[in-house]
């Protein structure tokens, strides 16, 4: 029997990133996933298509989640489909860093709105569901820089922060209701996104690991793994890093 046979998993922003590697991993390991993307269709489709070779359902959802709204019918479209949800990982994330002397409103508000409020509108979406079963377990993705901080990104630091902040109040709220809410902290992981770093600025953040590597997508996704399956069922309130040791 798979770790995560019969249970439907909720990603946010999974076509591509850590998102992408969490999907493949849940989904190899027995889990129904849905998904949501904002952009890419084709992205989406290509994805959903791969996962569905595994043997599981899957199923792709275009969704803002910073809107309330769209993340009450994408919770709705997604019990429809798959009649349950087990875990919901917070995952949809951007970043817009700047020095806050060059930063203006407008990008400070859109990081909180998209890396902290979509984890507010898509917990209390699903809370619902999860306190009907009497079961579920949230994961909501942070960073290391949630943790301690880093110069010229003081709007990721802050959405990061806050949202270790609002899984620790909800692990408190709902705990009782064996709902379970933890963070994960990635630190350097090698996306498309770090891809575009130069080779100089890449070394220079290994050289800060004590593992000398950066992680992988699947580093952080078999955290993920842990997190949704029952080997979990006593850990809530939790952050924990995934970073090589770099906060050691």
């Known amino acids: 029997m798979s770790l995560l046979e019969n249970k439907t998993i909720l990603i946010t922003g999974a076509t591509r990133g850590i998102g992408k590697g969490i999907a493949r991993v849940l989904s190899k390991n027995g889990a129904n996933i849905a998904f949501t993307y904002n952009n890419s269709s084709s992205l989406a489709d290509k994805l959903e298509q791969e996962l569905n070779k595994n043997g599981v359902k899957c199923k792709s959802y275009k969704s803002n989640a910073a809107l309330l709204s769209e993340c009450e019918n994408l919770v709705a479209e997604v019990l429809k489909d798959f009649s349950t949800i087990d875990v919901l990982i917070n995952n949809a994330g951007i970043t ?33 569901t999860f306190l009907k079963n009497r079961s579920g377990s949230i994961i909501n993705i942070s960073s290391i820089v949630g943790v301690k901080g880093n110069a ?25 209701r064996n709902i379970r809410s933890n963070v994960v902290a990635p630190g350097f992981i090698e996306t498309e996104m770090t891809n575009e770093l130069s080779e100089e600025l890449i070394n220079k953040w290994i050289d800060g690991i004590p593992l000398k590597r950066s992680g992988k997508p699947e580093d952080v996704a078999n955290l993920c793994l842990f997190l949704s399956s029952e080997l979990s069922s006593f850990i809530t309130g939790q952050v924990i890093n995934v970073d090589g040791g770099m906060l050691t």
């Open 152 to 176: 010229g990104q003081s709007n990721y630091a802050a959405s990061k922060a806050g949202v270790i902040g609002f899984s620790k109040s909800i692990a408190l709220e709902l705990g009782s």
């Open 96 to 128: 817009k860093d700047n020095l806050l002397l060059r930063m203006n409103e407008s990008d400070f508000d859109k990081v909180l709105e998209i890396n902290l409020k979509s984890v507010f509108n898509m917990v209390k979406s699903c809370q619902r």
